[in-house]
């Protein structure tokens, strides 16, 4: 009840003054007509697309809030290695998302195929599931994907042993570990570059760019990258280790783990259960969401509960709101439940529109500040020195584009690049300049000194 109260509190005060409501001004808004881009197999060279990226309007009521968004985002997409035909394509998306988000108190309610929430640049947010599971009649999996009979009961029907998409599908994600489903891309997990995590399970930036929504820092407070249907916010990997804000920045930790089975005929509550197959290499441990349990973590606030969430303070709620977040391990790789499930811990009131039907507000930022909370230490610059090419990878997430000129010692500019907004790495070809010392200046007053061999 006291929570609950809280949040209300919370809400009531930020609808007096809109402009300061994160769920209104968290959104990446595209004000510049940057457009999307996304790759082939094979080929590392990017093609552009016609489609804008982010988030284009953002409006809001005294209840809601509308984000109108093509689902395209400004890190390139692509390629998708499992032989996936869709490419990502502009949704024209209105989302309508609660204001005041409440804690349901009654029955929970499953998330389920298809948008569970949406990031702050507009793309889709999904559960665990890739709509395939396990039929025990016929031994072998089922679902809607190509080669593949239907599954008992069909589609919506309940399955005793449901795949897990993070596990099952890796060949499948792009570099920011992203996929369309007809044209719907979306991520089902933290959407930080494979090549960026601990260890690296994934090769597929090997060849294409290093790039995602934002870079995991474990220094400071993860920043808030979307809001679930329920109208809670998601945040990454970090926060405050204790709900009030105290204890330092820990890694938040998901409360489920594997089960101890080598065999699926059980479910995890100890019921029986039709059989899936034994654990293997060819269905290892963690490929069904069934292959989860969850274990009650009294007293130790890092860890998170049921819904894989929890109450607590954070840079944008400093009074304390419920809020996901997306679970990785120690290595940085993507811990069940990922971002938000198998239950909503709110009411499930936000839902796509075709239209918006009451009188609402457009919101246009009044920040002037350019990405105040980037500095240098943020700032990445590989390999360093260098002779062919220069990588400038941000461990944050840019909420405006950052401008990058490179400048030889007698100041003269030799090259511009773009880091966009919700985006995190450009390249500067340097094999046709001349040893010596050059000069990396950002627009928002950060300069570094990088080292040109020829």
Known sequence: MKKTMIVAALFLSGLSNAQTNPAISSWLRNTNGTTGRHYVSGNSTAINDADLVNVQTVQYSGSWVYVTTTGVPSYITGPFLDGNPSVTTNQNAIFKIPLSPSQNTGAATATSGGNIGIFINGVAMFDYRDGVAWNSTTSALCGGLPGMSPCPGGPTATQAWNRDAVVAERIGFDCAKGHPAQGNYHHHQNPSAYKLDLNVISTVCDIYDADGLYAIDSTVHSPLIGYAYDGFPVYGAYGYKNADGTGGIVRIKSGYQYRNITTRTTSPTGATVSSGPNVSTTYPLGYFKE??????????????????????????????????????????NSAYPYLVGPTYYGNKTATKVTSITETVTTYNSSTTELNENLTIDKINVYPNPSNDILMVQISDLLKQDLELTLIDAAGRVVAKRTIFQGSTIAYFDVSTLYKGIYFLKTNNGQVLEVSIND
């Open 291 to 332: 292959d989860y349990e969850f274990i009650s973590h009294a007293g130790q606030a890092d860890f998170l509960d049921v819904h894989n969430g929890r109450f607590c303070v954070t840079p944008e709620y400093p009074n304390g709101i419920y809020c996901y977040f997306a679970t990785v391990d120690a290595n940085w």
